[in-house]
């Protein structure tokens, strides 16, 4: 039995599954062993914040 898992909660993603595919935009970034991924990621996270506008007082 197979089982789809949509998210973008990555914690959760690699506790759950075997098989990890990344799209973005509507393109395959990486399918593959989850293993694999957090070699080619080593394992860093990162995130982004958009700021429409900087303000110094």
Do not use: W, Y
Not at 3 to 19: A, F, G, P, Y
């Amino acid at each position: 039995m197979r089982i789809l898992l949509t998210s973008h909660q990555i914690d959760d993603v690699e506790r759950l599954c075997k098989r990890i595919i990344l799209i973005e935009e509507g393109e395959i970034k990486f399918d593959g062993p989850k293993e694999k991924l957090s070699q080619l990621t080593n394992s860093k996270r990162s995130s982004a914040v958009e700021v429409d506008a900087v303000h110094a007082d």
